[in-house]
C-alpha cells in the first residue's frame, strides 16, 4: 500500500470513526445531561491526554532513533567498504584487482539483492557468500614486507567495519514497534476520544469539528510511527544511496587510475 494512501486512510477512518461515534452518543445522551459532567470529565482528559501524548512522543522518538541509527550504519559500512577498496591497489597487481572485484560484487549485491530483500523483510543470502568471499581474498592474503603488513592489518580493520555495521543493518531492518506497544497505543487513542464525548456542546458541528482535528492528529502521529516502523521497509525507508555513492567513487578511482 502506498504512503500516501495510507495516511489517508488511516485520518480519514479514525475522523470518520470518530465524528460518527460522537453522533451516536449525542443521540443516547442529551448535551444537558452531558454538561453536568463537565467538570469530572475535563480533569480525567486531562490527565489522560497527558499520559497519552507523552506514550505518543515516546513511540515516535523510538522509531525516529532507529530510522537515523539504521541510515548511520548503512553510511559506515559504505564508507569502511571504500576505505577498503582505497587501500587495495597497495598490494601486487594481481592480488590488487581481485580484491577490488571481489568487493565491487559485493557492493552490487547488496543494492541489487540485499536491500529489496529488507524491504520485503528476508534476508539475501547471496550478499553473505560475497562478503566471505572477500574476508577469503584477505585472510589468504600473505603481505610482504612491513608496509604491506601495516597495509594488511588497515584492510582487515575496515573490513570489519563492514561485517559489524552490514550485521548492525540487518538487524535494524528487522526491529520495529512490538504488538503489544501497538495495542497500547491503539487502545489509548481509543481512550482519548472516547473521553471528549462526555462533552456536551450546545452545537453539534463545533464539538464535530474539534473531534475530528483531535482524532486526525492522532491519526497522523500513528502514521508516522507506522512509516518508520521498519527503518529499511515501505516508502518511507533508508535507501541504499550510500552504496550506490560507494560504487561511483569505484568508477571514478578506476578511471582516473588509468588516466581517463
Sequence with gaps: MGLWLLGTLMVGGAVGLSVGGLWIA????????????HDVAGFILAIVGVIYAVLLAF?????????????VVAERESNALL??????PGFAAPTAARLRKDIRVYAE????????AM??????????????????????LQPKGARESVLYDQCLSRLTEV???RRLRLLAGRSGVPGPMWLVLIAGGI???LFTYFFGLEKFKNQAAMT???????ALVLFIISAMNFPFSGDLSVRPEAMQSALERFDNMATHERGG
Design 191 to 193: 481512550a482519548t476520544m
Design 119 to 140: 524491504a520485503r523483510g528476508k534476508l539475501d543470502d547471496q550478499s553473505s557468500l560475497h562478503l566471505d568471499r572477500l574476508w577469503s581474498g584477505f585472510t589468504h
Design 83 to 88: 576505505d577498503v577498496y582505497r587501500m587495495a
Design 59 to 71: 513511540a515516535v522518538l523510538i522509531v525516529w532513533e532507529q530510522f537515523e541509527e539504521a541510515k
Design 163 to 165: 561485517s559489524d555495521n
Design 26 to 37: 449525542r443521540r443516547v445522551v442529551s448535551p444537558a445531561t452531558l454538561r453536568e459532567h
Design 212 to 218: 475530528a482535528i483531535l482524532a486526525a492528529t492522532i
Design 109 to 116: 549485491g547488496v543494492i541489487e539483492k540485499e536491500w529489496p
